[in-house]
């Protein structure tokens, strides 16, 4: 089977080129896989589907949803929020026209009003201050109708079903990357403590350093670790020195691929919050998972799927920064638990996340998604005709039967 | 209770799947349930036929008969578990191994287009679901067991299906090879053939009918066998315990089997078992040099080992008592007991 893959690719800085740059060699391990160069919207010759990774990203997903629109085909759906990607494919292109559209079509008329008030210039954009509330992705559900969806999660899975996506859905786990050697990286302190990742209030930091000043109390040798560029409007600085933390943090801003598992593997336990999310599942937490670290997330959709035994979880509440305190502590007073949880991430990531395992369930999907609507289409007329022949057309009968065997839509 | 076995027929086919639906039957109803056996003809080309084949399980009401409530039903083999019963048991003799184990081998159904590609994966999804909604699944071997837990990560307790009734005794430990089974490329007869081209003073006796006989006769031919090799056909009951009496041992090798009927029946009959190490389910039960001798798929290894129980008498009639031991512990009581458990 031909197919065309469309994806960004290093060296483009995106988590998803990284990510197709792990999964590719291995589909083409099982099928001949194509991938087009950037810009390049035609699928090429004797291309039998093609499969586009979506995110939100427009400088990075333009272009892909472009060819979308020219051939559709199986959409892996990164994040299930695409306003910022739908932006960029109107406003940015001048089509504001398509951009109301969008808004419309999501939330109604007072969409549409919106959508008018951020032309306008009255209200704020929206892909900065409330994107979550608007996902606008309507346009490519509809376009992954015909031959299906790929997502990562039972959260963006039920965010699709809701929307009123009923094509094929196939819930995929995020492939590992196979942990290098990592040397830790010397790190003083007692127990480390990491975050990895861009910093923003996305990711909780602020509340993060609450807790943390909270487990100082009780280990004055800990370390927390911050790793990733901060975005503007944080404050960091400001926030570490009100807890009296400047001895305590450690910041390093972007750092090469080497650096960044060698930070990871001098961590005791790691952090990776969010809330609210854009329906991603975090390939930083991943990550960390496969070098065995015990970790917190956010108990919030996707990441609230972790296995309880595998990950502590902390629900973005009022009561984030106690609790949040309370798991840094179980893990920080206990040895004994920290390996356990260690053991358990090591084992989740390589079993459910294994590359070769999702490049399995990738065929499976292309297989599926290239002839099943033949293949289900065949069964009904035959079915269907048999049951004509002799006067019976009690057709929903025959749908429910088929549905219940996998056979029908 | 009243219990409906289903099975999946393929029309003037009779083998040891059909015997064992059959027996399971009639066992049930010596023990005093009500039972009856359900089947419906299967037809596996061209390939959209495999899913109608299929489907038409899938729209019958098993659910009561005459008005009166079905409490079980066994579905064995594919696609006859894609029944619905609220208390439908599994005992799993196969799968459509074109579409598992089977695929991109010579044994090959499915091609490479996108419709053959994706009617194979509508079979594991037809599978993963009939299957999974199955109130207890149990399977025919370990092997096969192995193979659903691989494929479909469903589990399935094995229940080994209990030997057909025949005239079993020991008479002699004779001068031929007795080869039992379908006579199919899967079963591999030719291996044993190729094995007695070796050996000028092996005999065989191939007893069983089927697609590939004239092909195998012709193999036999060509490498000069006539008057050491003996198809008997299709033999009846009375015959084939003769044969399993007077042979000095069996040879059972075929390609990853399922299970095996042969082994057990040679046991019974007091008779060792040379098999292959890539035979599958007969590796449950031929244990080497303690039933049987297990080669390697080489036509010089099997008429080594064939060689070797005719040199070796008494240790040949040792392991095939030793065999003869652990099949009698395979019962209709114990396997029943277990189904209905």
């Known amino acids: 089977m031909k197919v065309a893959y469309y994806s960004p690719l290093p060296p483009e800085r995106s988590g998803i080129a990284d990510y197709s740059a792990l999964l590719i060699p291995a589909l083409k391990e099982r099928v001949d896989v194509v991938v087009p160069a950037r810009g390049h919207t035609k699928p090429p010759r004797g291309t039998e589907l093609s499969v586009y990774h979506v995110g939100n990203n427009p400088d990075v997903h333009g272009w892909i949803v472009d060819a979308l629109r020219r051939t559709p085909g199986v959409v892996v759906l990164h994040d299930f929020v695409l306003h910022h990607l739908v932006a960029g494919l109107t406003l940015a292109r001048k089509d504001v026209a398509g951009y109301l559209n969008a808004m419309e079509r999501d939330s109604g008329l007072p969409g549409r009003l919106l959508g008018l008030g951020v032309v306008d210039g009255c209200v704020p954009p929206l892909w900065s201050t409330r994107p979550e509330d608007f996902p606008l992705a309507g346009e490519v559900l509809d376009l992954a109708r015909e031959h299906g969806l790929i997502v990562h999660s039972e959260h963006v899975r039920a965010r699709a079903l809701a929307a009123g996506f009923d094509g094929p859905i196939w819930r995929i786990p995020m492939p590992v990357w196979p942990a290098p050697p990592a040397e830790p990286a010397p790190v003083e302190g007692e127990p480390v403590i990491g975050s990895f990742g861009f910093l923003n209030s996305n990711k909780r930091i602020p509340q993060l350093l609450e807790a943390f000043a909270v487990v100082r109390t009780r280990h004055p040798r800990a370390r927390l670790l911050l790793v990733g560029p901060e975005a503007p409007g944080l404050e960091l600085e400001r926030r570490i020195a009100a807890l009296g933390l400047e001895d305590a943090v450690e910041r390093h801003g972007y750092v090469e691929e080497a650096r960044f598992w060698s930070l990871i593997a001098a961590c005791d336990v790691a952090v990776s919050l969010r809330w609210p999310t854009m329906g991603e599942t975090s390939a930083g937490a991943i990550r960390v998972l496969s070098l065995a670290k015990p970790l917190i997330v956010s108990d919030v959709d996707a990441y609230g799927e972790l296995p309880d035994g595998v990950v502590l979880k902390v629900a973005p509440d009022e009561r984030e920064v106690e609790s949040l305190a309370a798991s840094l502590l179980l893990l920080a007073d206990d040895p004994a638990r920290r390996a356990s949880f260690s053991e358990a991430a090591r084992s989740y990531a390589s079993s459910e996340h294994g590359l070769d395992r999702v490049a399995d369930l990738y065929v499976r999907a292309f297989e599926e998604a290239a002839g099943g609507p033949a293949v289900r289409e065949q069964l009904l007329r035959s079915v269907a005709q048999g049951a004509a022949e002799v006067g019976l057309e009690d057709s929903e009968a025959i749908g429910s039967a088929l549905r219940e065997v996998g056979l029908g839509r | ?341």
């Open chain 2, 1 to 341: 209770m009243r219990i409906i076995v289903t099975h999946p027929q393929v029309p003037f086919a009779h083998g040891g799947a059909e015997v064992l639906a059959e027996r399971l039957t009639e066992e049930l109803n010596e023990r005093g349930h009500q039972a009856a056996l359900v089947t419906v003809p299967f037809k596996w080309y061209p390939r959209e036929r495999v899913l109608e084949s299929a489907f038409v399980w899938r729209m019958l009401d098993l659910t009561e008969v005459e008005g009166r409530k079905v409490d079980l039903l066994i579905a064995t083999k594919f696609p006859s578990y894609a029944v619905r019963h609220p208390r439908k048991r599994v005992w799993l003799v196969h799968q459509f191994r074109q579409a598992y184990d089977l695929d991109r081998t010579e044994l090959a159904e499915f091609g490479e287009s996108a419709v053959d590609r994706a009617t194979r994966r509508a079979i594991h999804e037809l599978d993963r679901r009939t299957l999974g909604e199955a109130e207890k699944r149990f399977a025919i071997s370990q092997n096969v067991a192995d193979r659903l837990s691989a494929s479909l990560g469903l589990g399935a307790e094995v229940v080994l299906p209990p030997p057909q009734e025949l005239d079993y005794r020991f008479d002699e430990y004779g001068d031929f090879v007795l080869s039992v089974g379908r006579l199919d490329r899967a079963k591999r007869v030719d291996l044993l053939l190729e094995a007695a081209a070796t050996d000028p003073a092996l005999r065989v006796v191939v007893a069983g009918a089927g697609p590939d006989r004239e092909r195998l006769e012709r193999v036999a031919a060509g490498h000069g066998l006539n008057g050491r090799v003996e198809f008997r056909g299709r033999v009846d009951a009375a015959e084939l315990a003769d044969l399993y009496a007077r042979c000095g041992a069996v040879y059972y090798a075929p390609v990853d089997e399922d299970f095996g009927m042969v082994p057990y029946e040679a046991f019974l009959s007091g008779k060792p078992v040379v098999t292959t190490t890539d035979a599958g389910g007969p590796l449950d039960v031929v244990a080497d040099r303690r039933t049987g001798l297990v080669t390697a798929p080489r036509a010089d290894e099997v008429a080594e080992a064939l060689r070797y129980l005719r040199d070796h008498p008494a240790e040949g009639q040792e392991w095939g008592r030793a065999g003869k031991a652990v099949a009698e512990r395979v019962t209709w009581d114990a396997a029943i007991e277990r189904l209905l458990g």
